[in-house]
T-cell receptor, first 122, second 110 residues
């Protein structure tokens, strides 16, 4: 079964850092463009960052640019999101999601994980 | 990049059809055939329902259909069923090289 499994969330103080991971299984991970999408409590979905299948191209929402870094290790079938300088408003469930390589990276994300929770609070 | 505009809620009776609108600008919805729609049951992973504005993944029922006119995309649910009750989000690629979601629409089956 195609699967994405996020980990690395937790409680962190404002200004702190975390590294989120997303482990892929049962599909050709390197052929998928990947994104991180978050949902703050009581709010809607918000796209955070994206990366091409090779890792050579990365994309960020203005709200996280300069603070978050997306990367991937195709040899380990794993996607990462380094989140630095965390703010209270970054509190959310963070999902990883993938787009098949035959499609534009900004196209429909048809593989999703269950999410990992990041809570930023003092 | 501002969020796409969706109605906060839409409701219908079983068997009826409903349509959810998603209004953007000429910098996103209006310029690209890259609008997707997601169904999200709280606490679960979102599910892709429509991509490229009107295409359905093979596993998705043909009760779901998508369209676009100008800066507005739409998702139609036909033959409404109790299991369709969920939050629905549109998403578009934007000229800034980013993705933008709509605020979400809560669908209630009466």
């Amino acid at each position: 079964e195609v699967q994405l499994l996020e980990s690395g969330g937790g409680l962190v103080q404002p200004g702190g850092s975390l590294r989120l991971s997303c482990a892929a299984s049962e599909f050709t991970f390197s052929s998928y463009a990947m994104s991180w999408v978050r949902q703050a409590p009581g709010k809607g979905l918000e796209w955070v960052s994206g990366i091409s299948g090779s890792g050579g191209s990365t994309y960020y929402a203005d709200s996280v640019k300069g603070r978050f870094t997306i990367s991937r290790d195709n040899s380990k079938n794993t996607l990462y999101l380094q989140v630095n300088s965390l703010r209270v408003e970054d509190t959310a469930v963070y999902f990883c999601a993938g787009v098949p390589g035959r499609l534009h990276w900004g196209n429909g994300m048809d593989v999703w994980g269950q999410g990992t929770t990041v809570t930023v609070s003092s | 990049q501002s969020a796409l505009t969706q109605p906060a809620s839409v409701s219908g009776s079983p068997g009826q059809s409903i349509t959810i609108s998603c209004t953007g600008t000429s910098s996103d919805v209006g310029s690209y055939n890259l609008v997707s729609w997601y169904q999200h049951h709280p606490g679960k992973a979102p599910k892709l329902m429509i991509y490229e504005g009107s295409k359905r993944p093979s596993r998705i029922s043909n009760r779901f259909s998508g369209s676009k006119s100008g800066n507005t995309a739409s998702l139609t649910l036909s033959g409404l069923q109790a299991e369709d009750e969920a939050d629905y989000y549109c998403c578009s690629y934007a000229s800034s090289g980013t993705l933008v979601f709509g605020g979400g629409t809560k669908v209630t089956v009466l």
